[in-house]
């Protein structure tokens, strides 16, 4: 029997003590004095969040197929055992030994937004590794950030030893070789992570330097090594269908985010909308095949035991196998007792015809994402929806029998006027007018419910907006003022429901995003004075983070509102990510002009993800 | 057909509570693949039920919960399929048939044996068990039931049906039934309060060693005494 970390009795004074004590179905066990490498993968967030990750799961998965290593996982102790921690000076540990993660010879630290940077500093701090890169020897974890996130490394760069810079699948195994043979012959923990940074897809910050220009913006940014890269390209997989992928998912005991078989059925996205990452760094789409899905999906219902599967992709209607597959899910999962949850499809006869198939029509309700409110703004995003296309397919659910329509929005979008913010009002009414002419009277189960939700926009990098200025607080909250007046303008205000975010978190996500070296020292501060879990609303310190940038010296302003001009060095171009910055700057230019590009189906815009090799790029056009 | 599931708590399983030892058989069930009946509807459910429910950090050798199945099963496969996908922990210790008029885990419910012991560094300066045979010679054993919403004055001495102080803790066998359930903790909270002390929330280590119901003479049976092997 393991023995674990905590005491009964510190388990039994906090919340959800089964966030702590590993042991889940399919969790891995092995022998610790025969693997050569100990990696502790940390998703730098609560247990339910960290294990919804679909990602973890691939790495965690493959990792543990190698023999040499022992991959186990950690999450951030939640609020009160982080406090008991630091009070009993226990040290972090992950879950499936419960030994202590600073042991390791690998801390794996995935970032997958923003708001959990100082989520990483609890995770060093607890366990007991440096802070900042340059304080650690060999006694410490090789601390090595991966997702999304380190497309742009830099605000959190001293903190990290490597970062992994693409898709998981691939450099990991050449990676661990390298270090047993470092390890082997001796030598120190420098050369060993110089070596790394001359591995695809690996990038070893504290060999790299920037000068700035007096007006903060980027002179330079160079290896102090020659023999390290200059550009890092991302990984990635080429064949998805010849991959990794989890048979047996760590059945957690608590509920958790995603309680289900989660299965991937293509990366990446064709649409190229212009407020998107995702759909720019996961660039070529790759999908992977019918086979390959129908034995996962049984086999992992099979290992689970859960009761319920999701597919998982940026824009499942575009998977060009999508009706065959459901068609077998739903023989499937009848058999099975499972239910099927569909990620937001494109609302068409197909798709409602699947939905009355899996869902509850009265209980379940229509998804659109619009993201903007008038065709103009919607040009400028390149989102392909238009309103013909919305208003067919609500009439056709109307019909159906749904009564529940959500919509998602986006705030302060480039270019955006009063009117565009009016836009999403005027949209929500005329679904809901539409809702009243369709049905008649008496086949009305109720008012039609309308909720329009509202996030603001945050320019990522490596999209087209990488270069627009980003709204103030004061902005993001006139507009959201903006729409709710207009709602209440409407004719059947009474159906209409409207949502919007917290602005202040938005700013900061902002300034993360596309934040460079110097912000390092703003979050360390920020994290010494108390800030932690920045991404759950509750714990947000706004105060804090502002007294903090003020006291480094830094302009929030130089971060979010600034206008990039097309020739500023961005912290992030050192990365390849497949799409070149020609391209991006093209789409920022057509993005002005309101003019819409076709995506990969329809025409290759020449982006730069056809150097891969594979997906879209080469297969035949209609 | 209606089947009885025993199984045990034991290591870090106990600070898994009973909602979620509900969601684990459920999954647990599917992945053995074992022909549980369903309710019909948009989200079906299996057909289930426990016996008693376990609080957070209790182990057990006694636990019970009832499955009705679409088809017969031997018995012995059930609980070989079920040991084999099982999480560290949790042991599946019978599984019987039940009588087609066998009354719902749940309800027949009559009492339950506990095993208390004194928690590691909890020890105080008193030998475990000192005194309890006068305690329980009282002729009335009253406590002060407070729930959220009021108090209640119960005689524990009446829900106590047996009781041995052995050498490394105290054997309890009280009611467990729904109407009249009683908690080993409230019988050390009087215990302690008797020799004048006061508990704290992790002196005891409780153990359920059995769910018991009723059988026609009166007896006391282990739940699964009702089933069979087929
Ligand atoms: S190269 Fe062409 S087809 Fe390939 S991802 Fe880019 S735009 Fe799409």
New binding site residues.
């Given amino acids: 029997m393991r023995k674990l970390a905590l005491t009964d009795e510190i388990l039994l004074k906090i919340d959800k003590p089964a966030r702590y004590i590993g042991g889940e179905v399919n969790s891995i066990m092995k022998d610790r004095e025969r693997v050569d490498i100990r990696f502790a993968m940390c998703f730098p967030d609560v247990y339910e969040i960290g294990m919804s990750h679909l990602g973890i799961q691939i790495i965690y998965d493959m990792l543990n197929k190698f023999e040499d290593v022992w991959c186990e996982r950690v999450y951030s102790p939640w609020m009160d055992l982080d406090e008991i921690m630091r009070k009993e000076q226990i040290p972090l540990f992950a879950l499936e030994s419960q030994d202590p993660v600073k042991d390791f010879d690998f801390l794996g630290i995935t970032l997958q937004y923003e708001m959990c940077y100082t989520n990483i500093l609890q995770v060093l701090d607890l366990s007991g590794i440096p802070f900042f890169a340059k304080e650690r020897t060999w006694e410490d974890a090789v601390v090595i950030g991966g997702g999304p996130c380190v497309y742009n490394p830099e605000p959190v760069a001293p903190f990290f030893d490597l970062f992994y810079i693409g898709e998981g699948e691939t450099m990991y195994r050449q990676l661990f070789d390298l270090y047993k043979t470092c390890r082997k012959t001796g030598k120190s923990r420098k050369e060993f992570l110089m070596e790394a940074g001359k591995l695809p897809g690996i990038y070893a910050p504290e060999f790299y330097e920037t000068t700035y220009h007096d007006d903060g913006t980027i002179a330079t940014f160079y290896p102090v090594i020659p023999e390290l890269p200059r550009k890092i390209m991302k990984e990635m997989v080429r064949d998805l269908s010849d991959t990794y992928y989890p048979e047996k998912p760590v059945v957690p005991f608590i509920r958790v985010t995603q309680d289900r078989v989660v299965l991937e059925i293509q990366r990446g996205c064709?649409r190229g909308c212009r407020f998107c990452q995702a759909g720019q760094l996961y660039?070529?789409v790759r999908e992977r095949s019918l086979e390959f899905l129908k034995e996962y999906a049984v086999k992992m219902l099979k290992a689970t035991g859960h009761e319920e599967i999701s597919l998982s992709s940026l824009s499942s209607s575009d998977f060009s196998k999508l009706p065959e597959f459901i068609d077998y899910l739903i023989e499937e999962c009848r058999k099975r007792h499972v239910n099927i949850s569909l990620p937001s499809l494109r609302i068409d006869a197909f798709s409602l015809d699947v939905m009355s198939k899996v869902q509850d029509v009265k209980k379940s309700s229509l998804t659109f994402a619009p993201e903007a409110g008038t065709q103009r703004m919607r040009n400028v995003i390149n989102k392909g929806l238009t309103e013909e296309v919305i208003l067919n397919g609500a009439k056709l659910a109307f019909e159906g029998g749904w009564n529940k329509v959500k919509l998602y929005f986006m705030l302060g979008l480039p270019t955006e006027t009063d009117e565009d913010a009016r836009g999403i009002a005027l949209l929500a009414n005329e679904i809901a007018k539409l809702y009243y002419e369709t049905v008649p009277k008496e086949k009305r189960n109720g008012k039609v419910q309308i909720t329009a939700s509202t996030s603001f926009f945050i320019p990522k990098p490596f999209t087209p907006f990488q270069w627009a200025p980003m709204c103030t607080r004061e902005q993001f909250l006139d507009k959201a003022h903006t729409v709710k007046t207009a709602v209440l303008e409407q004719l059947n205000k009474k159906s209409i429901k409207y949502n919007w975010h917290e602005a202040d978190a938005s700013v900061l996500e902002g300034i993360l995003a596309r934040g460079d070296r110097k912000i390092a020292d703003v979050i360390y501060m920020a994290y010494k004075k108390g800030c932690i879990y920045d991404a759950w609303g509750e714990y947000y310190k706004h105060d804090v983070w502002m007294e903090c940038f003020e006291a480094c010296g830094l302009s929030m302003d130089f971060y979010t509102t600034r206008e990039r001009s097309l020739d500023e060095i961005f912290p992030w171009d050192f990365i390849d990510c497949g799409v070149t910055k020609e391209f991006l700057k093209r789409e920022w230019q057509r993005a002005l002009r309101e003019e819409v590009t076709p995506n990969?189906k329809m025409a290759?815009?020449?982006?730069?993800?056809?150097r891969f090799g594979t997906?879209?790029?080469y297969e035949e056009r209609s | 057909m209606k089947y009885r599931i025993k199984f045990s708590k034991y290591g870090s399983i106990i600070f898994i509570g009973h909602l979620d030892m509900m969601r684990y058989f459920q999954k647990a069930i599917r992945r053995a693949e074992i022909p549980i009946a369903y309710s019909t509807g948009f989200s079906p459910h299996q057909i289930m039920s426990f016996a008693a429910p376990l609080g957070v950090g209790l182990y057990s050798n006694g636990e019970y919960l009832d499955i009705e199945l679409t088809q017969e099963v031997s018995t012995a496969d059930m609980k070989e399929a079920l040991n084999r996908t099982m999480a560290e922990g949790v042991e599946i210790l019978s599984v019987k048939a039940l009588p087609k008029n066998a009354e719902n885990a749940m309800a027949s419910v009559a009492a339950a044996g506990y095993f208390i012991q004194i928690r590691k560094g909890h020890e105080a300066d008193l030998v475990f068990g000192e005194g309890f045979d006068d305690f329980m010679a009282q002729s009335s054993i009253p406590y002060e039931k407070e729930t959220k919403k009021s108090r209640k004055l119960l005689d524990l001495k009446e829900g106590i049906y047996d009781y041995e102080v052995k050498e490394d803790g105290i054997y309890l066998l009280v009611n467990a039934s729904s109407s009249g359930n009683i908690k080993p903790g409230m019988i050390m909270e009087a215990y302690y309060a008797y020799l004048g002390r006061k508990p704290s929330e992790f002196d005891f280590v409780v153990t359920r060693e059995e769910t018991y119901t009723k059988n026609e003479d009166g007896q006391f049976i282990s739940l699964d005494e009702v089933g069979k092997d087929i």
């Fill in positions: 064709i660039r070529p990969c290759c815009q020449g982006c730069g993800a056809a997906g879209i790029c």
